[in-house]
């Protein structure tokens, strides 16, 4: 008898022990409401939910086929569907909130999130105009919000350990960087995706703050990018991630650009230029982007040039190859044209390669991880708002120069293009109503 009570008495604390865990475990878990069920949207929520500690409360977009896809796709629990996203914002059962939206919702919503108490995981590009991560900063500051920004790379340890070696000087003093984006999608998009077409209440939220046109299933979901009302084409969709890792590197932002792009060669429908080619200048380096939909070439990805020699990466891996250094007491000159053998050069650093990793499981769910870390240690995540709107600034000046036709100028401190009253205009936008009243009531000065 006294072996029984024992027992139950072990058995007594240990379902109160295990009842205790499970309600301590339900408190650890962040609470996430999705805004966005899209391309990237549907990426993000099947990482997050994957996670053990995080829980998929409900997910918002205007497309009641996209978000009914969503939820069927968790399989713990049964996310709510909204159509209006502040409903998300309004319950206080939602820890944070994450938004893959068009580019042209970003900042507000990330700003009205903050507001309403929530932290935020918010897509590249961070921002539609320079000025919107002035104001994102502002609302995250005062509400003392995490905003994790998805440029992903950054979690790839093979992206952290490729930075490490360039800040310690592996390749020399960097002199350049190299960006290409290039496919061959000719003659073009010339139908719309085979979607429903969403009702006049869900475009005029779709649309938001951008200005009203009629509804055409063209502008709307993925083919956005080629609409200077929702995006900046390939710009600010595919450079922001590897210019964000030059300036995470080297800590640099440009000073001048010069940026020449065409849309001549697409049939179909859109606005952004298909071929574009960029000059930036840095403190200490230049740096180059060139994009084109209408020829693949041979070679894209990221290269960083220095005076040792080059670092190539992408999200599989990076391989740095050294430059040779020919002796210097050498009879035969440096670049000869003779038969003569060239005299044997020496390494001028170590090649170095490491290969073999994959976007989804490397750098997707690990920066999910850091977001979700974030919100619990209230430390600032790999991605942080800050850096990210310098990454966006560089995108953002290159649309800029194409558009006015002329280099610009760019001083970070005042956070102003020099002398140039054009591209100026081109730093900010006016919001559609009532959505101007929204940003106005939490950052007054926008502008």
């Known amino acids: 008898m006294s072996d ?44 997050a939910a994957g996670l053990p500690d995080v829980e998929i409360a409900a997910i918002a977009d205007v497309s009641p086929s996209r978000v009914n896809a969503a939820i069927a796709r968790v399989t713990t629990g049964t996310p709510d569907a909204v159509s209006d996203f502040r409903r998300l914002l309004d319950r206080k059962d939602i820890d944070a909130i994450v938004v893959s939206t068009p580019d042209h919702w970003h900042a507000l919503m990330t700003i009205m999130a903050c507001a309403a108490g929530k932290d935020v995981y918010v897509e590249k590009p961070l921002t539609h105009v320079v000025r919107e991560g002035d104001w ?20 790839g340890k093979h992206y952290q350990a490729a930075a490490e070696l360039l800040r310690n000087g592996h390749i020399g003093t960097i002199c350049a960087a190299h960006v290409r984006s290039t496919r061959n ?12 077409p969403l009702s006049p209440d869900a475009w005029d939220m779709w649309l938001g703050p951008a200005p009203m046109v009629p509804f055409d299933a063209r502008r709307a979901l993925y083919h956005f990018r080629w609409f200077w009302d929702y995006s900046g084409g390939q710009t600010t969709n595919l450079l922001a991630h590897d210019i964000d890792i030059v300036q995470w590197i080297t800590g640099a932002v440009p000073t001048k650009v010069a940026a020449f792009g065409q849309r001549r060669s697409l049939e179909g429908f859109g606005e952004t230029p298909d071929v574009f080619e960029t000059i930036y200048t840095y403190p200490g380096f230049l740096a ?40 210097a007491d050498s009879q035969i000159p440096r670049y000869s044209f003779s038969s003569a053998p060239e005299p044997p050069a020496d390494d001028r650093t170590e090649a170095m390669k490491d290969t073999g990793y994959e976007q989804v499981r490397d750098q997707f769910v690990p920066h999910m991880r850091a977001f979700i870390d974030a919100i619990k240690s209230r430390q600032q995540p790999i991605s942080d708002l800050a850096s990210a709107h310098k990454t966006a600034i560089a995108c953002h000046l290159a649309n800029i120069s194409m558009r006015v036709g002329r280099v610009v100028t760019w001083d970070d401190a005042s956070q102003q293009i020099v002398g140039d009253a054009d ?25």
């Open 185 to 196: 999608i000719t003659p073009g998009f010339t139908d719309a995706l085979d979607e429903p």
């Open 4 to 47: 029984r009570r024992t027992f139950l008495k072990a058995m007594t604390a240990a379902g109160v022990l295990a009842a205790q865990t499970r309600r301590a475990a339900a408190s650890d878990r962040v609470r996430l409401g999705m805004i966005g069920a899209g391309l990237i949207g549907t990426r993000h929520l099947i990482d």
């Open 423 to 447: 591209a100026s205009r081109l730093l900010t936008k006016t919001y559609r109503s009532p959505w101007d009243r929204e940003l106005r009531a939490i950052v007054p000065d926008a502008s």
């Open 136 to 155: 994102m900063i502002a609302a995250a500051n005062r509400h003392k919000r995490i905003v994790q920004v998805g440029t992903q790379q950054r979690s």
């Open 288 to 327: 180059t982007w060139s994009s084109a939909e209408v020829s693949a070439g041979r070679w894209r990805g990221l290269e960083i040039c220095g005076t040792k020699g080059s670092l190539t990466i992408d999200r599989r891996g990076f391989d740095i190859t050294p430059d040779k250094a020919i002796p």
